[in-house]
């Protein structure tokens, strides 16, 4: 009776020992687990300068937050959390496009505690949210000086209906808010308006 009682003690220290070996082995998968996007740079983007020749008269786009230069034949089209500036032209592929967003901080009710959280929040958005792009390249954290502030730049070229695409753009933190000013283009026209993201970058300011 006491040998029998022994090995059913056995048994169950045995059985337990083997769910504690397993539940630790699981636990430690879970907490290891990567997160859905490393971001990390995969490619060489390169682009065209295209075949646009002509100067540049830029005029001041003035909100409550912040000034932006942009060329004053461009279209604005004032949204609640982004301000795109459509080009006068368009090209193969579509207008050439820059843009300002304004981010909320953590400080001030949003979600974001640094520029490396902007940034590959945004980057595993456009993944999540891009339908039909193939030959996704992300090149990021280049550092970068804008107007005011440090930020970290990030680019990312694809291809969409079998053309090529880039946008670029840096994200800077200045006060309670991170500042998000990106560049996007058919990419064999990218280099010829480039100057206009690089304008836009040197000289926005914040109030």
Not at 78 to 97: D, L, W
């Amino acid at each position: 009776m006491k040998n029998k009682l022994k090995k059913q003690k056995w048994f169950v220290i045995c059985g337990l020992t083997v769910m504690l070996i397993v539940a630790l082995v699981i636990g430690t998968y879970i907490i290891h687990i990567p997160p859905a996007v490393h971001i990390r740079n995969n490619c060489t983007i390169t682009t065209l300068d295209g075949d646009i020749s002509q100067s540049l008269i830029y005029t001041t786009y003035t909100t409550a937050n912040f000034t932006i230069n942009y060329p004053a034949d461009w279209t604005v089209i004032p949204r609640a959390s982004k301000i795109p500036f459509v080009s006068k032209t368009g090209y193969e592929g579509g207008y050439i496009t820059l843009d300002i967003q304004l981010l909320s901080s953590s400080e001030s009710g949003g979600i974001y505690n640094s520029v490396d959280d902007v940034m590959m929040d945004l980057v595993q958005r456009f993944l999540e949210d891009a339908k039909n792009v193939s030959d996704v390249c992300i090149n990021y954290e280049k550092e970068e000086e804008g107007k005011g502030a440090k930020g970290k730049e990030v680019s990312i070229s694809y291809v969409l209906h079998n053309i090529n695409y880039t946008q670029t753009q840096i994200i800077a933190k200045k006060g309670k808010y991170f500042y998000v000013l990106t560049y996007h283009a058919p990419s064999a026209y990218y280099g010829g308006q480039e100057k206009v993201y690089e304008y836009a970058k040197k000289h926005w300011m914040w109030k």
